[in-house]
């Protein structure tokens, strides 16, 4: 007897409980995939008032170590006495050092492909089960977040967003039936960051998990998936703890907060309050959304809870959504609570990991709802994304590193960058074994410098010395071959100052002390030629201060007022002085 046809696979519906999607088309004839990926365009604008991938802070300890170093080490920290990271280290930096030095912004560009990247993946693991519109709008969900700026701006995120691109491509994978291939991005994903250990049971758990042949994925399948990650994991662990041995890599800082229950508890609430506000891009109090935004996601959840309440229909929808939700806290879970060792101290970039996990389950309960609320949500999370404040365009004299936003990494992105122009203008070359002065610099913001490797870095000379000024008022006689002023009211904010005319200044006043005011009046004669650059408001000040305390001293008035030249520091000096 023949065999009855076998009846086609029904397309799914918006709201079945168990559904297996038509194939989905590829990338480029699928508008929402496409959708997904423009998302990212919004994250660019919301970061143009900064310098986005500038290197800073910690870049110059990796741009150290792969550029200066020779031949790379794989097994090492890689610029880091900390963390085992090769590929977001070693590889990364090896690969983009040069371009990251000449041109910064096409590596923020590649940091926006690759992010773009990982929110289509998350779209097209979910479409197996989803709907496009539901699929589209949880890829879009890490894509616009505030804390997205700093991942695009900072070289260093390249960490966050190699582990999010390899987990997404291993979500990806099991939702195609490759299994080995999720095994492979995962692992990928453990060499980018450690974060990604939340990756492995999240995995396992994959609603959308599915077989070769497309069907879902059952119990004995994800027993197989589960032994496959835990193997993965070991094996990481293993090679992780006996390079850290090897390299003398250092425990991970733990919180101030202490080590009791309480105090644990504290830490955990805080990486959770963290998390869940940058999830919202509410947590710069600064924020045109921050008032309102959390009220009208509430707005946009209401429909579920009415139809779950009044509807069995609605309450059928979210048993459905159940999986999912239990899969968004362990991801989100598993990936927030390694962020409560640094406590007190805050980086949103930090967020957009655990945030795929909120995306997946706000959106899983709004499928309970008419898709209109689905782009309600988006809608509302591009308006706070745009609206996010922008970065300062002048660089403040004082900050706090606590809160390190996008707003501080663009203060201490513009000073490197500016110290870096203005030095490399002033002096193109330097001889080997240079020492490098900085006058009046900015409080908190030494560590962007990563002393001395981002100047050893900008002159390719491991030999190349940077020192305080406190030495050079010891030692005025000490040869110098630059010194680089910061200018709190001037523009730009950074000058040049001429070693000769320093060392003049220092011995001038070493003079005024000893009450030598003759020998300060010979020492400061030709201060201005000297010191041809007048942009460095505040050492012509400090110049102009010693030669009046000296005519003061010599009792010739009439002269030292016109040399003060109106500067409210020089009083302010010479009545401290003579107090």
Known sequence: MRRPPRPPARIAQPHAVH?????????????????????????????RSGLPGEPVADDFGF?????????????????????????????????????????????????????AAAGVLLYRALRPAWPAPAAAAAGAFPLLLEADRQLLAWPSC???????????????????????????????????????????????????????????????????????????????????????????????????????????????????????LDALSVRDPGAATAAWLPWAILLVLAPTLTLVATHPAGRQRLRAALPWLGWAGVWAGIATLPLATFMPAWSSHRSVIPAVGIGVALVALLRAAPPVWLGVLTALRLVSLLSSPVAPDRIGIAGSNVEFDFARLTTLQRLAHQVHATLLAAYPTLPRGAHVARNQWPRG???????????????????????????????????????VEFEPHRTPQVAMISPLALQH???????????????????????EVLQADTTCAVFMATGLTVRAGALLELRRDAEAAPRCGGHSSTTRWWRTRTA
Do not use: N
């Open 19 to 47: 559904t297996v999607e038509a194939p989905v088309a590829a990338l480029w004839r699928d508008p929402w995939g496409l959708a997904v990926a423009l998302a990212v365009v919004a994250v660019l604008l919301a970061a």
């Open 63 to 115: 741009l150290h170590r792969a550029l200066l170093s020779g031949s790379p080490d794989w097994l090492g920290g890689g610029g880091s006495p900390l963390y085992w990271r090769p590929l977001s280290r070693q590889l990364y930096y090896r690969l983009l050092g040069p371009l990251m030095l000449s041109h910064p912004l096409l590596v923020a560009l590649l940091h926006a492909l690759l992010f």
């Open 158 to 276: 390249a960490q966050d967003l190699l582990a999010l691109l390899f987990g997404m491509a291993a979500l990806h994978a099991l939702s195609r039936g490759r299994r080995p291939l999720a095994l492979g991005w995962l692992a990928l994903a453990l060499l980018s960051k450690e974060t990604a250990i939340a990756f492995a049971p999240a995995l396992a758990l994959w609603p959308a998990h599915r077989r070769a042949d497309g069907t879902p994925a059952r119990g004995p399948d994800r027993l197989r998936t589960a032994a496959g990650t835990a193997a993965v994991l070991a094996v990481w662990w293993l090679a992780h703890e006996w390079v850290s041995r090897r390299a003398g890599l250092l425990p991970p800082p733990q919180s101030a907060a202490g080590h009791g229950a309480s105090a644990l508890f504290a830490q955990a609430s805080w990486a959770v309050r963290g998390v869940w």
């Open 445 to 483: 913001t030494l560590f962007a410098f990563q002393d001395p490797r981002a100047f050893q870095v900008w002159y390719r000379d491991t030999t190349l010395r940077v020192i305080e000024m406190a030495e050079m008022r010891a030692h005025p006689l000490h040869p110098l071959a630059a010194i």
């Open 505 to 527: 200044v220092l011995l001038a006043a070493d003079s005024l002390r000893l009450s030598r005011d003759d020998a300060v009046l010979a020492l400061l004669a030709d201060f």
